[in-house]
Antibody
């Protein structure tokens, strides 16, 4: 059973970069069995798929509305994957989930979520 | 972007009753429609994928149906733990989620 745990700052200033890390247990991030996914949730926009990474970085895909600002990467030595979202505004405030699935958009495994507030 | 519209916004029912939740897509998503349950303070939980396939560990009272633009999640015999928010998600194009249906105790 895959288990995921988000970590990172809960407060980010406008125009700065939001950085979160997801630590994976119960599976190897290099295995190729799973997609490693980021999703966020806010009262205004609801649930929103940010993007995913697969096979240790050989494949990434991002939400078209965010792709100019987002990068997802893997640190295989730590069995972690990360999210960087640049030039944030208040609209980026929300709960950020790391997640995983056998396909990119069918998601049985979720972290508990990390609340990130963008404010000066 | 494919827009998913869920109805009703709120469903007020008693334990033991049957819940019927609807999800309508702005264009055909074929069978690529998933359902999630979210309880307060928790992450979403995958219930149904590809319109009618049950995820691992999901009770038999949950079922899904539909194709194209019209989909239904049915919960037959509501248990106390089923009162929650439910979201549909399409994966025909870049994934989008519906706005949710809240199933509350009448």
């Amino acid at each position: 059973q895959v288990q995921l745990q988000e970590s990172g700052p809960g407060l980010v200033k406008p125009s700065e970069t939001l950085s979160l890390t997801c630590t994976v247990s119960g599976a190897s991030i290099e295995s190729g069995t799973y997609y490693w996914i980021w999703i966020r949730q806010s009262p205004d926009k609801g649930l929103e798929s940010i993007g995913y990474i697969y096979l240790s970085g050989s494949t990434t895909a991002y939400n078209p509305s965010l792709q100019n600002r987002v990068t997802i990467s893997v640190d295989a030595s730590k069995n972690q994957f990360s999210l960087n979202l640049r030039s944030v505004t208040g609209a980026d405030t929300g709960v950020y989930y790391c997640a995983s699935g056998y396909s990119a958009h069918v998601i049985p495994f979720w972290g508990q979520g990390s609340l990130v507030t963008v404010s000066s | 972007e494919i827009v998913l519209t869920q109805s009703p916004a709120t469903l007020s029912l008693s334990p033991g009753e049957t819940a019927t939740l609807s999800c309508r897509a702005s264009q055909s998503v074929q069978q690529f429609l998933n359902w999630y349950q979210q309880r307060p303070g928790q992450a979403p939980r995958l219930l149904i994928y590809d319109a009618s396939s049950k995820a691992s560990g999901i009770p038999a009272r949950f079922s899904g149906s539909g194709f194209g633009t019209e989909f239904t999640l049915t919960i037959t015999g509501l248990e106390p733990e089923d009162f929650a928010l439910y979201y549909c998600q399409q994966r025909s194009d870049w994934p989008t989620f519906g706005g949710g249906t809240k199933v509350e105790v009448k």
